[in-house]
């Protein structure tokens, strides 16, 4: 009877922990990681939040990302902004919220989308409807390839550039906070 019950708690353990090294799986991280960048000015704060794809020896504009079609503007979700207060952005003043932020690619101009909806999963749900504003910038070429896709915030006093780098191409959005009023 002691033999019996030895061998029932040995197989009962076992059991135990092989569901538990089931659990214990590690998470691989995403080929696509999360980033985020941010800068404020006085008492503005602006917080950008996106996934950096990776070029990985692919053609990145034109066939990984195609021109004239609505981007995430990175992988996995939709970047996504947060400004705390308005401010200028290419020229239009934006309330301060949380928006969504997709391009339309092209080889000479880049459509610039900042969208009312969030929590997106790419662009596959993008409504048009919900487009706060839409305006265009110019594409520049750079020296050197970015492997990945990079944000930075250039900051001089109450003024910044929003810059998209992937690849060769460099995408620079102006951005004016506004002076707090006393």
């Known amino acids: 009877m002691v033999q019996t019950t030895y061998r029932f708690l040995i197989l009962l353990f076992l059991i135990a922990s092989s569901i538990g090294a089931e659990a214990q799986q590690a998470v691989k991280p995403r080929l696509s990681p999360a980033a985020i960048v941010s800068v404020r000015y006085k008492d503005t704060y602006l917080k950008l939040t996106y996934s950096q794809p990776h070029k990985r020896g692919r053609e990145v504009f034109g066939k990984l990302v195609p021109y004239n079609e609505v981007w995430r503007t990175?992988?996995?979700e939709a970047t996504e902004f947060t400004l705390t207060k308005e401010a200028y952005i290419g020229g239009n003043l934006i309330p301060a919220g949380t928006y969504s932020l997709f391009t339309i690619p092209n080889p000479e101009k880049w459509t610039i989308i900042i969208n009312k909806e969030n929590g997106l999963w790419g662009s596959y749900n993008y409504n048009q409807k919900l487009d706060l504003l839409r305006f265009d910038v110019p594409v520049a070429e750079i020296p050197i390839a970015y492997e990945a896709f990079t944000?930075?915030?250039?900051?001089?006093n109450n003024l910044a550039d929003l810059l998209l780098f992937w690849d060769k191409t460099k995408i620079s959005i102006p951005i004016q906070f506004i002076e707090p009023k006393l």
């Open 74 to 76: 990175g992988a996995n």
């Open 151 to 156: 944000i930075m915030l250039d900051q001089r």
